[in-house]
């Protein structure tokens, strides 16, 4: 009886976002994802934790804030855990009111990464995000340069038995708006090929990889988050950096005081240019530790990994 009352209440809460995304206007739409947050971290409401029976996404963000800020009183960390889950209804329905989103960010950075791939033959760019802020604006404000761009994300939502189809219509929805937005790039699901992705940058085509999905197996990228935790990620960004020899891009985008913000870094453009040390991104956590709304994926890090390290060095 539980489960079957949980299943009616993510449909609900779906299908009312998804009407609410595309019907308020933003300012009660934004206003009122915030409230929804605020709702859900009461209740402990999490799709992912409902849909698999696994992994208990409020217990798991709430070791991970403590191992980020160990400093900091439990008050501002229940405070912070709250938050994150504002951030994540926000972040759901700034994907969802995509379209309408577009024309308030910021203008494009991209004249010097255009200059860089002009002439001759193009190479690819991995951009490099967390399931941070405002991440699919930040997607769209990547893709205002003009060059395709390609968004891998996880279909994981449509695999798992049970779940409310609402919640796969949410996701694919805000696939379909990405889709709208990347000048004709397509949606990668992370289950696929590598090889699509290594065509891709080696065609000249750009690609989103979200680095703080899963834990590698093997050689990845280090990025030394505040704690200090050494964690291991973007396994298969570095294998693809290393395979084409595509540049990068590491980006955080944020609404703060009614307005996005952009921070954005690039690579040099040099070939054996050096690897993303992702410093940017750690910065930014350790600012706003509840902005990251998927920090529960640092549960999965050992604590072994757990040492100060020279940012941006990686395994062999």
Known sequence: MRAWAQGKLIAVDAAVLMWVAHRLPLGFGRGWATV?????????YDWLSIGTGRYPVRPMAWRALRRLAPEQPTWQRLLWLFERYVQFSRAE????????LVDSLPPSSAPGEVANHSGGARRGTVHFMFHYGSLYPGVAWLSKNGIKLNWMTSDVYNRMPGLSPWIARVHNKINDNLKFCNNGGSVIFSNKNVREVYKKLLAGEDIVMVVDRTMPTGPAIMIDLPGPCRVPLARGAWAALRATGAHWTVTVCEYRQGRFHIDH???PGWPDEPMPDLQLIRWRISQAPQRWWACHVLDFVPQNYDAPIVAGSFDT
Request: glycine share 16%.
């Open 36 to 44: 929804r947050g605020i709702i859900h971290a009461a209740l402990g």
């Open 93 to 100: 329905w700034e994907g969802l009111a995509l379209p309408r």
């Open 265 to 267: 870094e690039r690579s």
